[in-house]
């Protein structure tokens, strides 16, 4: 390899050979005896492209820092095609790039898709008699215990593990369990006793924010009681909380369904019309992870200068403990299937994110200034984007901070950890998270912060803006919004977000929710609108200072206040309250600790006029004599087309009059390439 390395070298200081001399090429009809340089095999056979990453990456640890600075920075280029791992890609402090001029690069060939996968494609499908529409196939390594997947994806799509019922959930009958292991109390008929017999029959609960997935254990028929694998968590409680089951046999009964038999190694597959099982790809996956990065913490030697563009990252599993699991929130435990520590001045752009069952991207610790730009995150078991960890790290190269999350498009998210996050920030501060669309999922769209009350953190100093957030929730989980936030967070500035059609199961469901200690926050200049319960929602909190907004059309309430404090709450001013139902004011308006002035409201069901506005239970002039809003106007602020989600005003606007700033949401969302910075 090091002749290898001084050729190339010699190549490149000859005059009028160019960096691409420094460039290894992988393909998937390649072959990792030959020098991967060509881009394509010799007619003779005897060179060309690597048939894997990891043997490109050999190659340039072959190359000694002077050789690569003298190359300008390496390529490893793959060519378009699946390439099925055997075990995830460790990047170390070797990998790392010369500087951010001269990086080392993985990326796709121009106009070709390489997809890196961790799973392997299921052949040799056959028809089961008697049963139309089923197929089934015998898994090698599976009844050997060698292999076992809980996700398959066929012709490109999840398919669906044997669930009951098929739509819908069943319901735990009261108040929800808090007993060590879970003890589920089930109508008639929901649950079996031989479920228990076989081991892994699962429960999957919906508990307000959280969720929890555990193996039935025992049965008791008669008491309608069925005994679960683990304990709850303190905050796993809903009254009459939907459930449903997953992976027992006789819940094969739908199309688009599939059961994989420990004992057999048997995998059945219900097609759905039209679907030819000899015809189609089938994939399941074997690994849980697809690439690490891998600094050297104790030795302060992080990864750096890499970039990695163009790729799809496809097919992981997820693993459940013998006890099963109880989230607290956020599927906090979920890793990333792309995982860094000791990452710092690293790009990951225009990748693909599909089909996995994690959080896509995990920067955890001592992870600093990494770009995420330009990437889509779909069809994911949890989120798109973690950055931090719930610890806060002492030592400043263990830090996490600086990132830059922008221009990404996430959807179709928590399809396994329905509590996932789209962008999740824990003990992480001085981050971009701007020009993002995130949608369809059931749980937040972007959640900063990991601290519950006045305790100071690294989380400060984040940036959101120009997100466009929508189709949250889904009336799926509770006590959730499009951006949520904890804990004291001074410079954190969220603006400029296009957010609508919010909806949580029962509480919750806000467009802007700064929760429990959330403090020192500025949100300002969004456009939030069709919320279940408000727009705007402090738990409680302290001097956060929310202005120049417009929320629109809140189903329950507008703006909520939920705890008095004996400090401020909160400055809301210069905002556009627009609504056809429910109430203006929610919750707790009491001991006046806010200032509310300079709005204008503006109630447009038929028949209401400003003498009917209720403020907290009150009318405007005694809420007035409580020293509030004694500059707001009640008017139509006229809108362009309110019902269309058209915000802007008319230029005879009362609002403008009034000193309210125009909001421009035209560049909201992802941005060409040639416009991001």
């Keep these: ?386 950055l931090g960890e719930p610890a806060i790290r002492e030592s400043a190269f263990e830090a996490n901070h600086g990132h830059v999350v922008s221009d990404n498009h996430m959807h179709a998210l928590g399809r396994v950890y329905p509590p996932a996050v789209g962008v999740f920030v824990l003990q992480s501060g001085g981050n971009r998270i701007t020009h993002n669309h995130i949608h369809d999922l059931f749980y937040t769209a972007i959640s900063v912060g990991w601290n519950w009350g006045y305790r100071e953190t690294p989380c400060r100093e984040n940036v959101v803006e120009f997100n466009h957030l929508h189709d949250i929730g889904q009336a799926r989980l509770s006590d959730m919004g499009a951006v949520y936030t904890l804990g004291i967070q001074k410079g954190t500035v969220i603006r400029n977000n296009l957010i609508h059609d919010v909806d949580a199961f029962t509480y919750g469901g806000w467009g802007l929710y700064p929760d429990e200690g959330s403090t020192d926050i500025l949100w300002e200049n969004n456009v939030v609108y069709r919320t279940k319960s408000a727009g705007f929602h402090q738990h409680y909190g302290r001097d956060n200072v929310v202005r120049n907004n417009i929320f629109a059309f809140g189903r329950e309430f507008q703006v909520m206040r939920t705890r008095a404090e004996a400090h401020r709450s909160f400055v809301f001013t210069n905002n556009i309250v627009y609504f056809n139902s429910g109430k203006l004011l929610g919750s707790n308006w009491s001991n006046d600790n806010y200032l509310i002035d300079g709005n204008l409201y503006f109630d447009a069901r038929p028949g209401a006029t400003p003498e009917s506005m209720v403020f907290a239970g009150v009318s405007l002039e005694q809420w007035r004599q409580r020293g509030h809003d004694l500059h707001s106007v009640v008017a139509d602020p006229l809108f362009e087309a309110p019902e269309k989600g058209d915000f802007r005003l008319r230029s005879i606007s009362p609002a403008l009059q009034m000193g309210f700033r125009p909001i421009d949401m035209s560049s909201v969302g992802p941005r060409p390439r040639a416009m991001r910075n």
């Design 1 to 386: 390899m090091k002749a290898i390395s001084l050729l190339l070298l010699a190549c490149f200081l000859m005059p009028g050979v160019n960096e691409a001399a420094l460039r290894f090429h992988v393909a998937p009809d390649g072959d990792d005896a030959w020098s991967g340089q060509p881009r394509e095999a010799s007619a003779d056979r005897r060179d060309g492209p690597f048939a894997s990453l990891e043997a490109a990456l050999q190659a340039v640890r072959a190359l000694s820092p002077e050789e690569r600075k003298a190359a300008g920075g390496v390529r490893i280029v793959l060519r378009g095609g699946v390439y099925e791992l055997e075990k995830p890609v460790v990047l170390g402090p070797e990998d790392s790039g010369v500087a951010a001029d001269q990086p080392m690069v993985i990326e796709n060939y121009p106009g070709e898709k390489p997809i890196l996968s961790g799973g392997r494609r299921i052949t040799g499908w056959e028809r089961v008699d008697g049963r139309p529409g089923a197929w089934r196939v015998a898994v090698p390594g599976v009844k050997e215990g060698r292999w076992y997947f809980r996700q398959l994806f066929v012709n490109g799509q999840r398919a669906q593990r044997a669930r009951t019922p098929n739509d819908g959930y069943f319901r735990i009958q009261g108040e929800s369990p808090q007993d060590k292991p879970v003890k589920l109390k089930f109508a008639p008929g929901d649950i079996r006793r031989e479920w228990a017999d076989r081991g892994d029959v699962e429960v999957i609960a919906l508990l307000a924010w959280a969720d929890i997935r555990m193996q039935i254990r025992s049965v008791d028929e008669a008491g309608q009681i069925a005994t679960l694998s683990g304990d709850p968590r303190p905050s796993n409680k809903e009254k009459n909380a939907r459930y449903f089951i997953e992976n027992t046999p006789d819940a094969l009964d739908a199309p688009g369904e599939w059961y994989l038999d420990r004992e057999s190694g048997v995998l059945t597959y219900w097609a759905l019309p039209g679907q030819d099982l000899t015809g189609i790809e089938v994939v399941a996956p074997r690994l849980e992870e697809l690439m690490r990065f891998q600094g050297d913490l104790s030795g302060e030697r992080p990864v750096a200068h890499v970039v990695l563009r163009g790729v799809t990252f496809s097919h992981t599993d997820w693993t459940l403990g013998e006890n099963g699991y109880a989230d607290t929130q956020a599927a906090i435990a979920t890793p990333g299937d792309i995982r860094a520590e000791g990452m710092e001045d690293c790009v990951i752009e225009d990748c693909v994110f599909s089909h996995l069952a994690g959080y896509a991207v995990e920067l955890g610790r001592g992870c600093r200034r990494v770009r995420i730009v330009g990437n889509e995150m779909v069809d994911l078991g949890a989120g798109g984007v973690r």
